[in-house]
């Protein structure tokens, strides 16, 4: 991550950007997960899609070209390692009358009011940065 965002950074929506940094290619695969992901009513996708999802990104269908071994390694893994995507969360699946396990986009629990300064102020900037890119 950068070490010099501030408050100007987070609030203008460049949550993405401190953790990815300029790499247009990563960058636009991620902004195509989220929105991909928040389509669903359970802001999910199963297994099965997101491996579908990047197979369609190393293709180049979805307007984006992004290696299938990137996006699971350094893409994925970075939203798993830092708590805004889980993993293997059981979601009842109406159609299909039963129980998907899913990757679901996580909202970070925070307090209203942050902290005054220092490492825990940056780290509580960086999760409401990303609670306010989830719910727009």
């Known amino acids: 991550m950068k070490l010099?965002?501030?408050?100007?950074t987070v609030n203008?929506?460049?949550?993405?950007e401190l953790l990815f940094g300029d790499r247009k290619d990563t960058l636009?695969?991620?902004?195509k997960l989220i929105s991909n992901m928040k389509r669903g009513a359970n802001l999910a996708m199963t297994k099965r899609e997101v491996r579908f999802f990047a197979k369609d990104l190393e293709e180049?269908?979805?307007?984006?070209?992004?290696?299938?071994h990137n996006f699971y390694v350094k893409l994925l893994r970075k939203f798993l390692d830092?708590?805004?995507i889980e993993?293997?969360?059981?979601?009842?699946?109406?159609?299909?009358?039963k129980t998907n396990s899913v990757y679901q986009l996580k909202l970070q629990p925070i307090p209203e009011r942050g902290p005054q300064s220092g490492f825990i102020k940056q780290c509580w900037l960086l999760s409401k940065g990303w609670n306010d890119y989830?719910?727009?």
Do not use: P, Q
């Open 82 to 84: 830092f708590g805004f």
């Open 12 to 16: 203008s929506g460049n949550v993405l």
């Open 134 to 136: 989830i719910r727009a």
């Open 60 to 68: 180049g269908k979805l307007g984006v070209k992004y290696s299938y």
């Open 28 to 31: 636009d695969a991620a902004e």
């Open 87 to 97: 993993k293997d969360v059981l979601i009842w699946d109406e159609k299909r009358r």
């Open 4 to 8: 010099f965002w501030n408050n100007k």
